[in-house]
């Protein structure tokens, strides 16, 4: 499915409620860490944080986040897929997620990140039973974010618990988040293993 079919949109059952949305955002408001890491980033990639590059890191907003953005100043807009291979890995894509272009950093307002924006370079890595078993560093954009492979010790302990409690909340409310985090911890267990490497996951 395209940003563009309202009309499927219109029709699919709100799972996020605003007052779960809110909560989710009050969680996430907490400083991943005590710098600015676009700093880091930035000067290598013609001064743009990499992860605040729209046509890089396809910006994905759950329905129901991006229905709110668009009663509160429409600071997200759908984004139509402008090459092959992003209109491939939209189509490829949960019906749920709506592909949304921000005002970039100089117009970016913090309240009006997106849960995507506010996790990353995190994802939830689930044991063999389904459990989270803490964060682990996202499977894709190693080259290009320099926070992946920094120590916990980087991040605030508050802002590893609540995104854990995000993701556990989400899991409930998205069975198919749960079952796409497990099998991207199942290849993040493959790949490390191929490169002798040892999983490290964050938490408590
Ligand atoms: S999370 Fe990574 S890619 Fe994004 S601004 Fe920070 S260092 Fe750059
Ligand atoms: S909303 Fe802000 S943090 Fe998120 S991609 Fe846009 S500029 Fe970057």
Same mark, same amino acid.
């Given at each position: 499915?395209?940003?563009?079919?309202?009309?499927?949109?219109?029709?699919?059952?709100? +799972?996020?409620?605003?007052?779960?949305?809110?909560?989710?955002?009050?969680?996430?408001?907490?400083?991943?860490?005590?710098?600015?890491?676009? !700093?880091?980033?930035?000067?290598?990639?013609?001064?743009?944080?990499?992860?605040?590059?729209?046509?890089? %890191?396809?910006?994905?907003?759950?329905?129901?986040?991006?229905?709110?953005?668009?009663?509160?100043?429409?600071?997200? !807009? !759908?984004?139509?897929?402008?090459?092959?291979?992003?209109?491939?890995?939209?189509?490829?894509?949960?019906?749920?997620? %709506?592909?949304?272009?921000?005002?970039?950093?100089? /117009?970016? $307002? +913090?309240?009006?990140?997106?849960?995507?924006?506010? #996790?990353?370079?995190?994802?939830?890595?689930?044991?063999?039973? /389904?459990? $989270?078993?803490?964060?682990?560093?996202?499977?894709?954009?190693?080259?290009?974010?320099?926070?992946?492979?920094?120590?916990? !010790? #980087?991040?605030?302990?508050?802002?590893?618990?609540?995104?854990?409690?995000?993701?556990?909340?989400?899991?409930?409310?998205?069975?198919?988040?749960?079952?796409?985090?497990?099998?991207?911890?199942?290849?993040?267990?493959?790949?490390?293993?191929?490169?002798?490497?040892?999983? +490290?996951?964050?938490?408590?």
């Amino acid at each position: 499915m395209f940003p563009e079919d309202h009309f499927l949109y219109k029709k699919m059952k709100t +799972r996020i409620t605003d007052k779960k949305l809110k909560r989710f955002y009050r969680l996430l408001s907490v400083q991943m860490i005590d710098f600015d890491c676009g !700093k880091l980033c930035a000067p290598k990639n013609g001064g743009m944080p990499y992860c605040c590059e729209n046509e890089s %890191v396809v910006p994905i907003l759950f329905y129901e986040e991006y229905k709110w953005h668009q009663g509160n100043g429409k600071f997200w !807009k !759908k984004m139509p897929p402008k090459t092959k291979e992003i209109r491939k890995f939209i189509e490829e894509s949960e019906p749920y997620y %709506v592909f949304s272009k921000c005002p970039g950093p100089e /117009g970016c $307002i +913090r309240s009006k990140r997106s849960l995507n924006c506010m #996790t990353f370079p995190f994802e939830p890595h689930l044991s063999k039973d /389904g459990d $989270i078993l803490g964060l682990a560093y996202t499977n894709t954009h190693k080259a290009e974010c320099p926070l992946i492979g920094k120590p916990e !010790k #980087t991040y605030d302990p508050l802002y590893i618990s609540n995104v854990i409690k995000f993701w556990q909340e989400i899991f409930e409310l998205y069975p198919e988040e749960e079952e796409m985090y497990f099998d991207e911890s199942r290849k993040r267990e493959r790949r490390l293993k191929r490169q002798g490497k040892r999983l +490290r996951v964050f938490g408590p």
